[in-house]
Each structure stands twice: as C-alpha cells, then as structure tokens.
C-alpha cells in the first residue's frame, strides 16, 4: 500500500497545483515553496480523507505535516494504523 500510497498522493499533487512542470518527490517542498497554499492544503486533506478513508483532525493538518509527500504519507500511515 505505501508505495500506491505515495503514487496516489503525487498524482492528485501534479493533477491539482502542478501546471508549469515542477518535479515532485518525495521531499520536495510543497507549502514553503508555494506550491500548495493554505487553501490547498483544505482540498488536499479532503481528498485524503475521501480517498483513504480517514479522518484527519484540523490540529493535525499542519503546514509541518503536509509539508512534503513523505510527511503526508506518514500521516495518512498513521491514521490508517488508528483504524485497525
């Protein structure tokens, strides 16, 4: 699941604020690079949310916590782990 994870992530990230060929990995800086802005970050939560199930509280979705694609992952990993 982590890496379809991931990839699901990268995709809705490029298909949602990438438009001028930026690379997004792993560690590339989303919020402090302005890629994603506050506004997005409410959209990318809910796509979170909607596509993994999940409930991700208001406190959690720092601008820390979505700052790259590795800590988004660890986030949704760990609020699927709360679920089981």
């Known amino acids: 699941m982590s890496s379809e994870l991931r990839e699901k992530i ?15 990995d792993d560690n590339t800086p989303l919020i402090s690079s302005g890629l994603v802005d506050s506004f997005s970050m409410v959209s990318l939560k809910m796509y979170l949310e909607q596509e993994f199930e999940i409930e991700i509280d208001d406190d959690e979705a720092s601008t820390e916590e979505f700052e790259t694609v590795s ?14």
């Open 10 to 24: 990268i995709q809705f990230i490029y298909d949602e604020y990438v438009d001028d060929g930026t690379e997004v």
């Open 71 to 84: 800590r988004i992952q660890s986030l949704v990993n760990r609020k699927l782990q709360e679920r089981q």
